[in-house]
């Protein structure tokens, strides 16, 4: 299941079962940060009926479809986040406007101009608020099973929503976790 140790940039906190939260049943979380003060990240599976493009002007066109707005969390919801995804070879550290995550993974600052970005993006998803936590907590909510601690792959930040991220996830994980994707939720429906 993972602990806090293994959490890090550029890894994913899969929702167990059991966690009813709405804010996070069955999400996928994509960390940004991790740090002794606190943790950053945002869920990966959660769009919106909110498009971009009315948020955004600049970016809109530029989304990964769907082009609606995800949201990233509970924490500061008029707080627009953006993660890019780069094609292969290129280099975030190269990218003016760009913060690495991880590997091909990247923060863009969205007063940029998305011109220097879009041609060299395999994709850029737009999440209103994040999901954060106080040092401590998130290891606290961890270590009482509410969180699966996993890797991320590159194409999780850019998932088409409809591909059912939490069990694609879960599943890639193989035997015992994959067992966990075909879970009900509610075992009383089961």
């Not at 929702?15 to 740090?35: E, G, K, S």
């Not at 850019?158 to 591909?163: E, F, N, R, T």
Request: aromatic fraction near 6%; proline fraction near 8%.
């Amino acid at each position: 299941m993972g602990s806090d140790a293994d959490v890090e940039p550029g890894t994913l906190l899969v929702a167990a079962p059991q966690l009813q939260d709405r804010n996070f049943r069955r999400t996928v979380v994509y960390i940004i940060h991790h740090r002794p003060e606190g943790t950053l990240g945002v869920v990966l599976n959660r769009p919106s009926e909110i498009a971009v493009n009315d948020v955004l002007p600049k970016w809109g066109d530029h989304a990964t479809e769907p082009q609606s707005l995800f949201v990233g969390g509970p924490v500061e919801q008029r707080t627009a986040i953006c993660l890019a995804t780069l094609r292969a070879g290129e280099d975030v550290g190269s990218i003016s406007g760009m913060v690495g995550v991880r590997g091909p993974v990247g923060l863009v600052n969205l007063d940029g101009d998305p011109a220097d970005l879009v041609p060299r993006a395999r994709g850029l998803r737009f999440f209103a608020g994040y999901a954060g936590w106080d040092a401590g907590q998130l290891a606290g909510e961890i270590d009482r099973g509410d969180w699966i601690v996993v890797p991320a792959l590159p194409d999780d930040v850019i998932a088409d929503p409809g591909s059912e991220l939490w069990g694609r996830v879960l599943r890639r994980q193989g035997p015992p976790l994959a067992f966990l994707a075909t879970h009900p939720g509610d075992v009383k429906l089961n």
